[in-house]
Nanobody, 121 residues
Framework: QVQLVESGGGLVQAGGSLRLSCAAS????????MGWFRQAPGKEREFVAV????????YYADSVKGRFTIARDNAKNTVDLQMNSLKPEDTAVYYC??????????????WGQGTQVTVSS
C-alpha cells in the first residue's frame, strides 16, 4: 500500500521560508515522478512543482518559479519543497503526489493528506 506523508507546514510571515517534506512508502520510489500541488481556500487545487524520477528534470508553476525548489532523495524515499520569499497568496494546503512527470493532477495516482501553509502579511 502506497503512503505519502507530508510534513513541515506551519505559519510564517511574508518573506519567510518553509521546507516541506514528503516521505513515501509502498512501492519503488525511484520509478515515479513526484509532484507538489496546493489548494487555497475557495479555490481548485493547482500544480506547484514536479521532479522527474531521477531528479534531473524539474518544472515549476510560474507563480513560484525562482522562489520554490523541489528536490528528491531516492535513497531516503523523500521529496522536499523549499519555499522562500513566501507571500500571503502562497497560503494553501500543500499536497505531494506520486505518478507521471506532469502538471496534470490526473497523471498522479497517489496523494498525501496535505499540510497547511499559512503566510501572514
Amino acid at each position: 500500500q502506497v503512503q505519502l506523508v507530508e510534513s513541515g507546514g506551519g505559519l510564517v510571515q511574508a518573506g519567510g521560508s518553509l521546507r516541506l517534506s514528503c516521505a513515501a512508502s509502498g512501492r519503488t520510489f525511484s520509478r515515479y515522478a513526484m509532484g507538489w500541488f496546493r489548494q487555497a481556500p475557495g479555490k481548485e487545487r493547482e500544480f506547484v512543482a514536479v521532479i522527474s524520477r531521477g531528479g534531473d528534470s524539474t518544472y515549476y508553476a510560474d507563480s513560484v518559479k525562482g522562489r520554490f525548489t523541489i528536490a528528491r532523495d531516492n535513497a531516503k524515499n523523500t521529496v522536499d519543497l523549499q519555499m522562500n520569499s513566501l507571500k500571503p497568496e502562497d497560503t494553501a494546503v500543500y499536497y505531494c503526489a506520486q505518478g507521471t512527470y506532469s502538471r496534470t493532477q490526473n497523471d498522479y495516482d497517489y496523494w498525501g493528506q496535505g499540510t497547511q501553509v499559512t503566510v501572514s502579511s
